[in-house]
Structures are given as C-alpha cells and as structure tokens.
C-alpha cells in the first residue's frame, strides 16, 4: 500500500518542488522592485504630508508604501512559499 502512495506522490512532488522553484525566483525578483517603489512612495508621501499641504493623500501613500515594504506583501508571498516547501516535504516523507 505504502509504495502506491509513493507512486501517487513522486508527481506531486516534482511539480511542486518546479512551482517552489519559479515562485522563489519571482519573489526574490519582486520583491527587489517593490522595495525600491516602496521607498519612492515613502518619500513621496512624506512630502506630500509636510510640503504639499494635503496630509490625507501623503497618509494613503504611506500606508501603500508600508503595504508593498518587504514587511508587508512580500513577507505574505514568502509565508505561503514556506508553506508549499513544508508540503513538498510532507509528500517526500510519505
């Protein structure tokens, strides 16, 4: 029985350890970008809140800035990209 399992499994695992392996490459390109947009709408909703005079807007890029940081939805992706890896593994052991 155990050895059916394995056969059932072995595509499972090699689909997702190529899904592991294009998501982790795009998570590390994405997040690279958006770490840099991120500092651009920081900067810009910093100027807007102080020099623009409309503190409501610059408030709204922050929180888009503090969305897109590599504390925000990045650090969601690389969660669920743990996740996957920790299901790979899960199936392997089977």
């Given at each position: 029985?155990?050895?059916?399992?394995?056969?059932?499994?072995?595509?499972?695992?090699?689909?997702?350890?190529?899904?592991?392996?294009?998501?982790?490459?795009?998570?590390?390109?994405?997040?690279?970008?958006?770490?840099?947009?991120?500092?651009?709408?920081?900067?810009?909703?910093?100027f807007?809140?102080?020099?623009?005079?409309?503190?409501?807007?610059?408030?709204?890029?922050?929180?888009?800035?503090?969305?897109?940081?590599?504390?925000?939805?990045?650090?969601?992706?690389?969660?669920?990209?743990?996740?996957?890896?920790d299901?790979?593994?899960?199936?392997?052991?089977?």
């Amino acid at each position: 029985m155990r050895i059916i399992l394995k056969i059932l499994a072995t595509p499972f695992v090699l689909l997702l350890s190529l899904v592991l392996g294009v998501l982790t490459f795009l998570h590390t390109l994405t997040t690279g970008v958006l770490s840099i947009l991120a500092l651009i709408a920081a900067a810009c909703g910093l100027f807007a809140c102080t020099i623009g005079g409309d503190p409501a807007s610059g408030i709204r890029v922050l929180i888009v800035a503090a969305l897109i940081s590599p504390f925000g939805l990045p650090a969601v992706s690389e969660w669920l990209i743990l996740k996957l890896g920790d299901l790979k593994y899960a199936l392997r052991a089977i």
